[in-house]
């Protein structure tokens, strides 16, 4: 009787311990696919003075992953791709830095984009964190998150210059 009670509990710890460490590797899947920052910015509206009001389009195949994401899309998209003007008082705006900055500087950003790196100070979501059902979208075996956030672009764009990553507005040509 304690050999069957034990070999029950040995077949169920090994079981769990395989669907946990399937679901935590599904995770590191899901989070390496963001690593190619593949997403949309759009302007939302003007925010308070020195902050983009923006939507963030992003891509996953785990909807909660594609949330997490969005703040580090936001101050990517901000730094390296810049967006499109819209309705609202939106403007186009250019990207502070160009993928050569980026890769001339790869170890700051790498630090920067960490989870829970430096880039979470200058992003906030401007929503309770509910996502409407125009904000989900099923798009093949993937799914389209959009989320609201602000984001501090006169922080980030001080911070950086004091960083020595990208050049003031006022050094000249």
Not at 9 to 37: H, I, N, P
Not at 66 to 86: L, T
Not at 117 to 126: F, I
Request: proline content about 2%; glycine content about 12%; charged content about 25%.
């Amino acid at each position: 009787m304690k050999n069957r009670i034990l070999t029950v509990t040995l077949g169920l710890a090994f079981l769990l311990t395989g669907v946990v460490s399937t679901f935590g590797q599904a995770r590191k899947k899901a989070m390496r696919d963001m690593e190619d920052y593949r997403y949309e910015l759009e302007c939302v509206g003007v925010g308070a003075q020195g902050t983009y009001l923006i939507k963030v389009w992003t891509y996953s195949k785990k909807p909660k992953v594609a949330i997490a994401q969005a703040k580090k899309n936001a101050i990517h998209g901000v730094i390296f791709k810049g967006f499109p003007g819209g309705g609202q008082g939106c403007t186009s705006q250019q990207p502070f830095a160009t993928p050569a900055d980026e890769d001339k500087n790869i170890d700051f950003f790498e630090k920067f984009f960490a989870d829970g790196g430096d880039y979470m100070r200058y992003v906030a979501e401007s929503s309770d964190g509910s996502i409407g059902a125009e904000d989900r979208l099923k798009v093949g075996k993937e799914y389209k998150i959009g989320i609201v956030v602000s984001v501090q672009k006169d922080l980030l764009r001080k911070d950086l210059e004091k960083a020595g990553i990208i050049r003031a507005l006022d050094s000249g040509f």
